[in-house]
């Protein structure tokens, strides 16, 4: 409950700072707030995460810089750095929150100097399905942006696939599945799924053929239209 609590007044914060726009949520806690938009829908599944991840899009598109390391400072995050890399994490007690860039081409940077709101972000692949397909919903009454449920289920596939310890990989491939399977029963939602993977790189989407051929292969073969 602190966590969710904490979760909440962190958007409170950055949506009165006139930052949250800026943001997209990812990562666990889209589930949460998936499953107030569609009514609260038991069959979107909830996972307890301790991480709080943004994407970033860039450019971002804002005339005026923000101090956003100020505004998490006052939240009782304080800022950690891992080396030799340098990426960023802002830690709390309760809950850790980082955040995330679409990584450009053969990008091998390790983090990426975000000016205009004064952190420096992860580059990592596969982030442009996300950004390309952002809706706005409104959570406990906060104008919020997180990606298309459809799509954050396939690019969680994906990811899926990269993951070396067996229980993430087991954790990411059925709550991806769930999600996916819900998108099902919501014709937009799936209209854009079977777009998004008709449309991506062959290489893309055989990692999410070859996951679905394991859990649920009629979902598969009607994702392929």
Same mark, same amino acid.
């Given at each position: 409950m602190q966590q969710k609590n904490l979760f909440e007044q962190?958007?409170?914060?950055?949506?009165?700072?006139?930052i949250l726009n800026d943001l997209v949520l990812i990562g666990g806690w889209?589930?949460?707030?998936?499953?107030?938009?569609?009514?609260?829908?038991?069959?979107?599944?909830?996972?307890?995460?301790?991480?709080?991840?943004?994407?970033?899009?860039?450019?971002?598109?804002?005339?005026?810089?923000?101090?956003?390391?100020a505004v998490l400072s006052n939240l009782g995050f304080d800022l950690a750095i891992a080396y030799p890399d340098g990426v960023e994490k802002y830690v709390h007690p309760e809950l850790e929150l980082e955040f995330? +860039? /679409?990584?450009?081409?053969?990008?091998? =940077?390790?983090?990426?100097?975000?000016?205009?709101?004064?952190? &420096?972000?992860? *580059?990592?692949r596969y982030m442009s399905l996300l950004v390309e397909n952002i809706?706005?919903?409104?959570?406990?009454?906060?104008?919020?942006?997180?990606?298309r449920p459809s799509v954050f289920a396939i690019h969680k596939l994906i990811v899926?696939?990269?993951?070396? +310890? /067996?229980?993430?990989?087991?954790?990411? =491939?059925?709550?991806?599945?769930?999600?996916?399977?819900?998108? &099902?029963?919501? *014709?937009?939602?799936?209209?854009?799924?079977?777009?998004?993977?008709?449309?991506?790189?062959?290489?893309?989407f055989q990692r999410v053929a070859g996951v679905l051929e394991r859990l649920d292969s009629v979902l598969l073969k009607n994702l392929k239209g």
């Open positions: 962190t958007l409170t914060s950055l949506s009165q700072h006139e889209c589930f949460i707030v998936y499953r107030e938009h569609f009514g609260n829908s038991h069959l979107i599944p909830v996972l307890r995460t301790l991480d709080i991840d943004f994407l970033i899009p860039t450019p971002v598109k804002r005339s005026n810089t923000a101090d956003l390391p995330m +860039v /679409p990584a450009r081409g053969e990008a091998v =940077e390790k983090v990426e100097f975000v000016r205009k709101l004064g952190v &420096k972000a992860q *580059p990592l809706m706005v919903t409104r959570f406990r009454g906060i104008e919020l942006r997180v990606p899926s696939t990269y993951r070396k +310890v /067996p229980e993430k990989r087991k954790r990411d =491939e059925e709550s991806a599945l769930s999600l996916l399977q819900f998108c &099902k029963k919501v *014709p937009s939602e799936w209209i854009l799924a079977v777009h998004t993977c008709d449309t991506m790189p062959t290489g893309w």
